[in-house]
């Protein structure tokens, strides 16, 4: 019998329409996607300010497709970077590269945006790092280091961590609004006030900022654009992982339009992101938006819903540490030390010091996993940032609060 010989082109037709991604097909609106930086793209902003402009409009209920960034900037190579000793990273100044802002019509300050994830689609490359910027290296002896994953629908896998598989539960780090100007100088002022007491602060930098003409070394308001490293009252760098496709995300309308960025996708991360970084990288995003007129208070930071099933570790079997805030006499924990109290150093337990136990527990699975699996420290380091839980335990048994860190075994896919 002759073939037909419309049959290519019927099939070409068919995968046209059924082989390109559902968000492709079903996005009303997209936004980003232009240039190899962010620098090039007119709708990639990596500063939060009131001034910044809408980079797209949206009706509520709208589906918006936003092609995102991973939070450096980086156009990776997994067989370049894969000895897991250097990273390609060219300035600090470019985290993170967020898709926005877009204005929701009909949204006026005071409301609450309510902001539905409805698909993730993950980038091929992903990558780790482990540096001084994460909560625990000096406790567990960790040295810098960066190492690049290989990423499909179902897994990661990385060179520098053989034996070891992490299920995909993507999720962006980053979902925010705008600030107003009112809530801008509150920022400001208070987050100055505890970098002149010696605290930890990212201040405003102009580096490499974007949009430059307005934070930039020449913008007009580069000493007020904020760093996106922090979380703050209307969302931003939250980094939870529980915020996955099926989760809706209640923020703060704080400008006219409320102006919606996205940005940080992760692969996966544990509750902690302890090294600084989970699984980085670019991604694209499905949301829908819904205006809420006297919606709830959000004046503590964003509120989120969603499936329970969210809450599970990715893992049958799990094995777990426990911390305490108790220390050696004579140290005085880093994060304390600009306070400069002189009783600290002395006491060898502190009182309801919920974060000296949570990095007690962290450094107990570090111990763990690197003598039940063999990887070095900074691998096992990384291990966690990834794919470890650092929960609380108790919040009232003073002195001693306790924190737990949980690990799920079946990330392990062979001995070593």
């Not at 309510?114 to 490359?125: L, Q």
């Not at 280091?145 to 990661?156: G, K, P, Q």
């Not at 990887?375 to 650092?390: G, P």
Request: glycine fraction near 10%.
């Amino acid at each position: 019998m002759k073939a037909n010989p419309s049959l290519p082109a019927i099939r070409l037709f068919l995968c046209l329409i059924l082989c390109l991604p559902v968000t492709s097909v079903m996005a009303d609106i997209t936004v980003g996607g232009d240039g190899e930086m962010c620098s090039e793209d007119s709708a990639c902003i990596n500063r939060l300010h009131p001034d910044i402009p809408m980079a797209a409009r949206a009706k509520p209920g709208e589906r918006i497709l936003m092609i995102g960034r991973d939070a450096g900037d980086l156009n990776i190579d997994p067989d370049e970077f894969a000895s897991g000793n250097s990273s390609p990273r060219l300035s600090f100044g470019v985290v993170h590269p967020l898709t926005g802002p877009v204005y929701i019509e009909g949204a006026e300050v005071g409301d609450v945006l309510a902001v539905t994830i409805e698909n993730i689609d993950p980038g091929p490359v992903g990558w780790t790092s482990a540096s001084a910027f994460g909560f625990a290296g000096v406790a567990v002896e960790s040295e810098d280091r960066f190492i690049v994953w290989r990423l499909n629908d179902d897994y990661a896998v990385s060179d520098d961590l053989p034996g070891v598989r992490i299920p995909n539960a993507s999720f962006p780090g980053v979902v925010t609004t705008m600030p107003g100007p009112e809530q801008l100088q509150q920022v400001l002022a208070r987050e100055q006030q505890l970098a002149d007491a010696g605290g930890a602060v990212f201040s405003p930098d102009p580096d490499t900022a974007e949009p430059s003409s307005l934070c930039g070394a020449e913008g007009t308001k580069s000493a007020e654009c904020l760093r996106t490293i922090p979380p703050r009252e209307f969302g931003g760098n939250m980094d939870i992982r529980y915020m996955r496709e099926g989760v809706t995300i209640y923020l703060p309308c704080l400008v006219e339009g409320c102006g919606l960025a996205i940005g940080d996708f992760h692969y996966a991360q544990g509750d902690g992101e302890v090294s600084g970084t989970a699984i980085e990288m670019d991604a694209d995003i499905t949301v829908t938006t819904r205006v809420i007129k006297d919606g709830q208070d959000l004046s503590h930071g964003p509120h989120y819903a969603g499936p329970s099933s969210m809450l599970s570790i990715p893992s049958e079997r799990f094995y777990a540490t426990t911390g305490f805030p108790l220390k050696n006499a004579g140290e005085v924990p880093p994060d304390i030390a600009y306070l400069a109290s002189a009783k600290v150093a002395e006491l060898s337990n502190l009182s309801k010091d919920i974060n000296l136990a949570a990095q007690n527990a962290l450094v107990a699975m570090i111990d763990y996993i690197v003598d039940e699996y063999g990887y070095d420290r900074t691998q096992a380091y990384m291990i966690a940032s990834v794919a470890v839980d650092i929960r609380i335990g108790q919040l009232v048994d003073v002195p001693n609060v306790g924190a737990t860190a949980i690990l799920p075994l079946d990330i392990f896919q062979a001995p070593r």
